[in-house]
C-alpha cells in the first residue's frame, strides 16, 4: 500500500555552482561536458532518493514496495479468494462473469477499504472455478461501465465477439522449475530478438509451445546466449506489435497459458540461454474496457490529464510518473515478471517519449543542453532510476536494456554516478547508417571514415549494445538490409546455380555490414529472428490494409534450410561469426585500435580482443600484399567472408598463417591479399 495520493514534489535550487571535487557526479568526471550541468544531476540524483523515501517511507526496501501484484489482483489466500482494485473516483463495484450470469449480485459486490480509493472482495473458495470469465462493473458519480482489474494475470479474447475478459487462472497443476535458480552469467549478451507469434513459417500466431520446440534449437544451433521476447504482455491488436498494451501483468494468451510460457522460459534456461522481454512503460492503449484507461471513470487516473495525457502520435495514453499509485503500479510490473515467469530482465521501449515532454517528436538532440532543459520529464526520469534499482536489487544479475535514440547521457551509468542505472544502451544509430550506406551511396563513395565514425560513435562510459538491423528495419513501408542489396532478384537468382552479380554483391555486403557491426560493438549484439539468413520480407502483421493476411507475419525458414538456395552461406557465416567472438571474448576487451582507414581504398582495418579485422569495401579493386600494422610475429586467418563455404568466391587460401616483417620505420608489418568486397579475420599465432 502507498500512504498518499498526492504527487511527488521535485525539490533542490538547481544550482549551477560547481560543488567540491569530491562531491562531483561520476558521469561529470567521466565527461567534462557536462561539467555545466552538475547542479542539474545533483538535483536529479536527489530527487530520486526523495521519491524512493517518500514510496518506502523508510519502513521497507524498494523492492519490497514494488509488490504491488502480490497485493491488487485476484488471489486465493487458502479457502478464500480476496480481489483488491484501486479506483479512487467509483462510487460502488461489482464482480461479474459466467458465476454470475454477467449481472450484479449483491454477494459479488466489493466494499471500499481505507482512504485512499481501494476497494476489496472476499469470496468463499467454491464461488470461483478454473477457467471461470469476470470483468468488473464500476459505478461513478456519473456513469458506469465494465473494466478489467488493472493486475489482472490472465486475459483472454472470445474469438468470435473479440470481446475480452479476465479469467480465472488456478490449474490443478502449477508448473513446476527444472532450472528455478538459473542465473545470467557475466558472458557479453548475444541477442537474439525474437516474435512468438510470428516465429512459425506457417502464415497463423504461433504459440510459446511451437516456439519451444522448433526455434528454440535454431538459436541454439546459431550461437546466441540471450533472446529477447517481443509483445509478451497482453495487447488487444495483434499489428501492435505488442507496443499497444492493456494487461501489464498479463501474459499474452493468443500464444498459449502462463504454464506453456513458463516452460519456455525455462527450456531457454536449460539450454543456456537468458530470457528478457521488451517492457513498455513508456505508454498505454487507449482501450477503455480491457485497459487502463479510464478505468475509474476519469482520464487522469494513471495518466496525465488534458493533452498531456494523449500521445497522438501513438494514438495512446501518457503515464503520470509523479503519482505514487502509478509507481506502484509500474515498479510491482517490473518485479513481476522476474519472480512469476523467471526473466532475466528487460530491453525498455520508447524511452524517449518517456523523458521528453515532446516524446522527441521531431526533434534533432545537438546540444548537451537539451537533456537539461525544460522539456525533460524528470518525473519519468526519476521512474527509470527506480526502476532499475528494483529489477537489480530483485535479481542482481538482471539484465536492463534502454531504447533510446537522444543520446542522453547516463542512462547506462550507476545512479550513484547520477546516472539511470541500464546495463546497456542500444546503438540505434549504427542501422541508420547502414540504410543511409545501402539505400542513398554508391559502394565506390562510401565514406569509410564516416563509416568508422558511426560504428564506434558512443559513450565510452557506458555500455552499448550493436546491430545491423532489427524489427524496426523491417517492418512494413521499408526493408530488410539484404532486400535493399539484392532487390527484385531476390525472387529469381537465389538458387546457388543460378545467382547474378547482384546478389553475390548482396551476400558479400550483407556479410561484412555484420561482421564490422559485431567487431566495433561496445559491449553486446543484436539480431532479429531471420536476419542473420537474410530473410527476404519485411514484418507485415495482419491488417484491413492486406486483407488480414498473416502472409508477412512470419518467418521462412525452409530458405535457410534448402543447401540449393544461397542463405544457408549467410546463416553459417553468421553462426561462425557469433563462434569467433565467444571463444575469442570480443565484446569483453574494450581496447578498439584503427591500424587502417583509407577512404580511396574503401579499406578498414583495426584490432581487438588479440584480433585483426580487415575489411575491402572497395565493389571492384583487390589489393595484393596490402600492409597492415601487426604487434605479433605471426598470425593466422581465422575467418573470411569470401570464402567458398560461406557462398564467396575462396579467393583466399584458408587457415594460412602471415608472418610479420619490420619495414623501414620500424613497424611491424604483415601483408594480406585483399580481394574486393572482402573481410578477413586474423588471429595472433601463439
Given at each position: 500500500m502507498i500512504s498518499s495520493g498526492k504527487k511527488i514534489e521535485k525539490t533542490g535550487t538547481g544550482a549551477m555552482d560547481s560543488p567540491p571535487k569530491e562531491e562531483v557526479p561520476g558521469i561529470v568526471r567521466s565527461d567534462h561536458y557536462l561539467q555545466h550541468y552538475t547542479g542539474h544531476i545533483k538535483r536529479r540524483i536527489s530527487f530520486c532518493a526523495e521519491t524512493e523515501q517518500r514510496l518506502t517511507g523508510a519502513k521497507m526496501t524498494l523492492a519490497d514496495f514494488a509488490s504491488g501484484h502480490e497485493y491488487f489482483g485476484l488471489h486465493l489466500k487458502g479457502e478464500e479468494w480476496v480481489l483488491r482494485e484501486w479506483a479512487p473516483n467509483a462510487a460502488k463495484m461489482s464482480l461479474i462473469g459466467t458465476f454470475s450470469g454477467w449481472e450484479e449480485r449483491g454477494d459479488y459486490s466489493f466494499s471500499r477499504i481505507g482512504t485512499e480509493g481501494v476497494w476489496e472482495l472476499r469470496l468463499p473458495r467454491s464461488s470461483l472455478n478454473h477457467g471461470d470469465l469476470y470483468r468488473l462493473h464500476l459505478h461513478w458519480p456519473v456513469g458506469e461501465g465494465d473494466r478489467l482489474p488493472a493486475y489482472a494475470r490472465r486475459v483472454v479474447q472470445d474469438n468470435n465477439t473479440k470481446i475480452f475478459n479476465g479469467q480465472v487462472w488456478i490449474p490443478p497443476c502449477p508448473y513446476k522449475w527444472r532450472n528455478e535458480n538459473y542465473r545470467r552469467g557475466p558472458a557479453a549478451p548475444l541477442v537474439y530478438e525474437a516474435h512468438v507469434g510470428m516465429a512459425q513459417e506457417e502464415g497463423k500466431v504461433g504459440t510459446y509451445v511451437e516456439f519451444r520446440e522448433k526455434i528454440l534449437p535454431r538459436i541454439v544451433a546459431a550461437g546466441y546466449n540471450t533472446i529477447q521476447f517481443m509483445a509478451i504482455q497482453e495487447h488487444p491488436y495483434y499489428g501492435s506489435f505488442g507496443y499497444h498494451l492493456t494487461n501489464f501483468f498479463a501474459a499474452s494468451s493468443r500464444f498459449g497459458t502462463p504454464e506453456e510460457l513458463k516452460e519456455l522460459v525455462d527450456a531457454c534456461h536449460g539450454a543456456g540461454i537468458s530470457v528478457i522481454m521488451d517492457l513498455i512503460h513508456s505508454h498505454a492503449a487507449r482501450n477503455e474496457v480491457e485497459g487502463l484507461s479510464r478505468l475509474d471513470g476519469t482520464l487522469f487516473q494513471y495518466f496525465h490529464a488534458g493533452a498531456r495525457g494523449v500521445h497522438e502520435l501513438w494514438d495512446s495514453r501518457c503515464f503520470d510518473y509523479g503519482k505514487p499509485q502509478v509507481l506502484h503500479f509500474l515498479l510491482s510490473n517490473c518485479r513481476f515478471w522476474l519472480d512469476e515467469y523467471k526473466f532475466d530482465g528487460y530491453r525498455f521501449d520508447g524511452i524517449t517519449s518517456m523523458l521528453y515532454h515532446h516524446h522527441g517528436l521531431g526533434k534533432a538532440f545537438t546540444s548537451y543542453d537539451d537533456y537539461f532543459d525544460g522539456s525533460v520529464d524528470e518525473e519519468a526520469h526519476v521512474y527509470l532510476a527506480l526502476a532499475n534499482k528494483v529489477i537489480h536489487d530483485v535479481r542482481p544479475d538482471a539484465m536492463t536494456v534502454a531504447e533510446d535514440v537522444s543520446g542522453m547521457p547516463g542512462?547506462?551509468?550507476?545512479?550513484?554516478?547520477?546516472?539511470?542505472?541500464?546495463?546497456?544502451?542500444?546503438?540505434?544509430?549504427?542501422?541508420?547508417?547502414?540504410?543511409?550506406?545501402?539505400?542513398?551511396?554508391?559502394?565506390?563513395?562510401?565514406?569509410?571514415?564516416?563509416?568508422?565514425?558511426?560504428?564506434?560513435?558512443?559513450?565510452?562510459?557506458?555500455?552499448?549494445?550493436?546491430?545491423?538491423?532489427?524489427?524496426?528495419?523491417?517492418?512494413?513501408?521499408?526493408?530488410?538490409?539484404?532486400?535493399?542489396?539484392?532487390?527484385?532478384?531476390?525472387?529469381?537468382?537465389?538458387?546457388?546455380?543460378?545467382?547474378?552479380?547482384?546478389?553475390?554483391?548482396?551476400?558479400?555486403?550483407?556479410?561484412?555490414?555484420?561482421?564490422?557491426?559485431?567487431?566495433?560493438?561496445?559491449?553486446?549484439?543484436?539480431?532479429?529472428?531471420?536476419?542473420?539468413?537474410?530473410?527476404?520480407?519485411?514484418?507485415?502483421?495482419?491488417?484491413?490494409?492486406?486483407?488480414?493476411?498473416?502472409?508477412?507475419?512470419?518467418?521462412?525458414?525452409?530458405?535457410?534450410?534448402?543447401?540449393?538456395?544461397?542463405?544457408?552461406?549467410?546463416?553459417?557465416?553468421?553462426?561462425?561469426?557469433?563462434?569467433?567472438?565467444?571463444?575469442?571474448?570480443?565484446?569483453?576487451?574494450?581496447?578498439?585500435?584503427?591500424?587502417?582507414?583509407h577512404c580511396d581504398d574503401k579499406v578498414l582495418a583495426f584490432r581487438r580482443a588479440g584480433l585483426i579485422f580487415i575489411f575491402n569495401f572497395h565493389p571492384d579493386k583487390s589489393y595484393t600484399d596490402y600492409a597492415i600494422e601487426a604487434f605479433s610475429k605471426e598470425y593466422r586467418l581465422m575467418l573470411d567472408t569470401d570464402s567458398a563455404v560461406f557462398g564467396g568466391y575462396g579467393r583466399v587460401a584458408p587457415n594460412q598463417v602471415y608472418a610479420a616483417n619490420v619495414a623501414g620505420s620500424q613497424r611491424a608489418l604483415i601483408k594480406v591479399y585483399l580481394p574486393s568486397r572482402t573481410a578477413l579475420v586474423l588471429r595472433e599465432k601463439k
Open positions: 542512462l547506462a551509468a550507476p545512479r550513484a554516478s547520477g546516472g539511470v542505472g541500464f546495463d546497456y544502451r542500444l546503438a540505434m544509430g549504427v542501422p541508420d547508417y547502414w540504410i543511409k550506406l545501402t539505400k542513398d551511396i554508391r559502394d565506390e563513395d562510401w565514406h569509410i571514415g564516416g563509416l568508422w565514425h558511426e560504428l564506434t560513435n558512443r559513450r565510452h562510459d557506458e555500455k552499448t549494445i550493436s546491430y545491423a538491423e532489427s524489427h524496426d528495419q523491417a517492418l512494413v513501408g521499408d526493408q530488410t538490409l539484404i532486400f535493399r542489396l539484392i532487390e527484385r532478384d531476390m525472387y529469381d537468382y537465389m538458387a546457388v546455380d543460378r545467382r547474378n552479380l547482384r546478389v553475390d554483391r548482396g551476400i558479400a555486403l550483407h556479410k561484412m555490414i555484420r561482421l564490422a557491426t559485431l567487431a566495433t560493438a561496445g559491449n553486446g549484439y543484436l539480431n532479429f529472428m531471420g536476419n542473420e539468413f537474410g530473410h527476404p520480407e519485411w514484418i507485415d502483421f495482419p491488417r484491413e490494409g492486406n486483407n488480414w493476411s498473416y502472409h508477412y507475419a512470419r518467418r521462412q525458414w525452409h530458405l535457410r534450410d534448402e543447401q540449393h538456395l544461397v542463405y544457408h552461406f549467410l546463416a553459417d557465416f553468421d553462426r561462425a561469426m557469433i563462434e569467433l567472438a565467444k571463444l575469442s571474448g570480443l565484446l569483453d576487451d574494450g581496447g578498439l585500435y584503427l591500424a587502417v582507414e
